[in-house]
């Protein structure tokens, strides 16, 4: 079984920073893609940032020069730098990652538990 530990969420003011960790362990042959996506109350879950072994990204257009996601391969790790917050930015970011746990089987997509970051005055 594949797991996801998230840290890293907490409160922060409008124009400050934040970087959340999510760690993948277990039963793991390889990641193809690892992201974040986030969900406020009354809304539905969207893509935050995703990043996938060579290093492209994706960005949602609301978060374009704010955030920074970065992995490291080695360590089955992502993280995700949120600088510049807004009070928008306030949701549950939740770890994501495609993952194949046997050479043969087919890449499938484990979440986190999720990580609360609160941006207030």
């Known amino acids: 079984q594949v797991q996801l530990v998230e840290s890293g969420g907490g409160l922060v003011q409008p124009g400050g920073f934040l970087r959340v960790s999510c760690a993948a362990s277990?039963?793991?042959?390889?990641?193809?893609?690892m992201g974040w996506y986030r969900q406020a109350p009354g809304k539905e879950r969207e893509l935050v940032a995703r990043?996938?072994?060579?290093?492209?990204?994706k960005y949602a257009d609301s978060v374009k020069g704010r955030f920074t996601i970065s992995r490291d391969n080695a360590k089955n790790m992502v993280y995700l730098q949120m600088e510049s917050l807004k009070l928008e930015d306030t949701a549950v970011y939740y770890c994501?990652?495609?993952?194949?746990?046997?050479?043969?089987?087919?890449?499938?997509?484990?979440w986190g538990q999720g990580t609360l970051v609160t941006v207030s005055s």
């Open positions: 994501n990652v495609g993952v194949k746990t046997t050479p043969l089987s087919k890449y499938v997509e484990v």
């Open positions: 277990g039963s793991i042959f390889s990641i193809i893609n």
């Open positions: 990043i996938i072994t060579g290093g492209t990204t």
